[in-house]
């Protein structure tokens, strides 16, 4: 039989909330503070907390989260509800009251938590990821759905008929988004296209690291250039009598492009004197081909022993930007 003291029913003013417990409960773990409290028998008892004017106990901790502490020393088992998030504060205060077995069920709750499997129906698409992969950045919107341990935590997506969370946007995207929050790098397929899809996507999210990589990588998009070269030389300034010399020069993807074609190298077309194109048409396909205008340069000069003598070349540099 416990004796009459263990039975004993104590009243706790516990930050302003009361509760009631047996002493036996109160002092279950003989290393903590509040067998230190309320425990009779050890010698090493310290000053118990001071009483209210209704002669509770006062204990100057949070008082919801005590309630926890307080189902723990009954249960010995950590019961929280379904969608706490309290982690921080029940962790401080299983610290303060130094209840060791509460420390450890807490970190291995928190743990298993973390690396709980949660299944997603973004847009239709559907995709499995833990939860400390969503949660990765604090400052974004995943976090903000997904954590248990921010207080101002947005309300978790609704879930479909097969409790997969459902988010409203773009769901083939959503495997690029996901792939960085795994690896915190972007990693995309050759070609990729949709960059004004995937930054409002990053927006959306809220992921500041993603938003500037994208930024970056955009910047960095290498441009493909094609050169016009014209090179004329004579014995005089008249069209008909001068010798002249067509060149194009760039990947031999656009170059095969054009309707102009030559016996030269894989990377430029060439021709002279007999006129294979003109320069009109060539721009126009040089545009078409989704090519703008950067630069031209022209440049001439008179031979000083013979001043009827003509040379000069005009130079056009073509750009074509590969990530749209």
């Given at each position: 039989?416990?004796?009459?003291?263990?039975?004993?029913?104590?009243?706790l003013?516990v930050?302003?909330?009361?509760?009631t417990?047996?002493?036996?409960?109160?002092?279950?773990y003989?290393?903590?503070?509040?067998?230190?409290?309320?425990?009779?028998?050890?010698?090493?008892?310290?000053?118990p907390?001071?009483?209210?004017?209704?002669?509770?106990?006062?204990?100057?901790?949070?008082?919801?989260?005590?309630?926890?502490?307080l189902n723990?020393?009954r249960?010995?088992?950590?019961?929280?509800?379904k969608?706490?998030?309290?982690?921080?504060?029940?962790?401080?205060?299983?610290?303060?009251?130094?209840?060791?077995?509460?420390i450890?069920?807490?970190?291995?709750k928190?743990?298993?938590?973390?690396?709980?499997?949660?299944?997603?129906?973004v847009?239709g698409?559907?995709?499995?990821a833990?939860?400390?992969?969503?949660?990765r950045?604090?400052?974004?919107?995943?976090?903000?759905?997904f954590?248990?341990?921010?207080?101002i935590?947005?309300?978790?997506?609704?879930?479909?008929?097969?409790?997969?969370?459902?988010?409203?946007?773009?769901?083939?995207?959503?495997?690029y988004?996901?792939?960085?929050?795994?690896?915190s790098?972007l990693?995309l397929?050759?070609?990729?296209?949709?960059?004004?899809?995937?930054?409002?996507?990053?927006?959306?999210?809220?992921?500041?690291?993603?938003?500037?990589c994208?930024?970056k990588?955009?910047?960095?998009?290498k441009k493909?250039?094609?050169?016009?070269?014209?090179v004329y030389?004579?014995?005089?300034?008249?069209?008909?009598?001068?010798?002249?010399?067509?060149?194009?020069?760039?990947?031999?993807?656009?170059?095969?492009?054009?309707?102009i074609?030559g016996?030269?190298?894989?990377?430029?077309?060439?021709?002279?004197?007999k006129?294979?194109?003109?320069?009109a048409?060539?721009?126009?396909e040089?545009?078409?081909?989704?090519?703008?205008?950067?630069?031209?340069?022209?440049?001439?000069s008179?031979?000083?022993k013979?001043?009827?003598?003509?040379?000069?070349?005009?130079?056009?540099?073509?750009?074509?930007?590969?990530?749209?």
């Amino acid at each position: 039989m416990a004796p009459p003291s263990a039975t004993e029913v104590l009243h706790l003013n516990v930050g302003g909330h009361f509760y009631t417990a047996t002493r036996a409960t109160l002092t279950r773990y003989p290393d903590s503070m509040l067998y230190s409290m309320f425990n009779k028998k050890g010698k090493t008892v310290v000053q118990p907390p001071p009483q209210d004017d209704n002669n509770r106990y006062c204990i100057d901790g949070d008082g919801p989260t005590f309630r926890h502490i307080l189902n723990f020393l009954r249960l010995s088992k950590l019961i929280l509800p379904k969608d706490f998030n309290d982690w921080d504060m029940l962790t401080a205060e299983a610290l303060f009251y130094e209840i060791p077995k509460l420390i450890q069920l807490i970190v291995e709750k928190r743990e298993k938590d973390s690396s709980e499997l949660l299944n997603l129906n973004v847009g239709g698409h559907f995709y499995t990821a833990n939860r400390s992969t969503l949660t990765r950045y604090p400052k974004s919107m995943l976090y903000s759905m997904f954590s248990k341990k921010d207080k101002i935590a947005v309300q978790p997506p609704p879930q479909d008929d097969n409790n997969r969370y459902y988010i409203d946007r773009d769901g083939p995207t959503f495997r690029y988004v996901l792939n960085f929050l795994r690896q915190s790098k972007l990693i995309l397929p050759d070609g990729f296209k949709d960059w004004d899809l995937l930054a409002a996507e990053a927006e959306f999210y809220k992921i500041e690291d993603l938003i500037k990589c994208i930024g970056k990588r955009r910047k960095a998009k290498k441009k493909s250039m094609l050169e016009v070269q014209y090179v004329y030389t004579g014995q005089s300034v008249e069209k008909d009598k001068l010798n002249y010399r067509w060149k194009v020069t760039g990947q031999a993807k656009f170059l095969d492009q054009l309707s102009i074609k030559g016996d030269d190298s894989k990377t430029s077309i060439s021709w002279k004197n007999k006129e294979k194109i003109s320069r009109a048409r060539l721009f126009k396909e040089i545009y078409e081909i989704g090519f703008t205008l950067m630069s031209t340069v022209s440049t001439s000069s008179c031979n000083k022993k013979s001043r009827d003598r003509f040379d000069g070349k005009d130079r056009w540099i073509f750009i074509k930007d590969d990530s749209n």
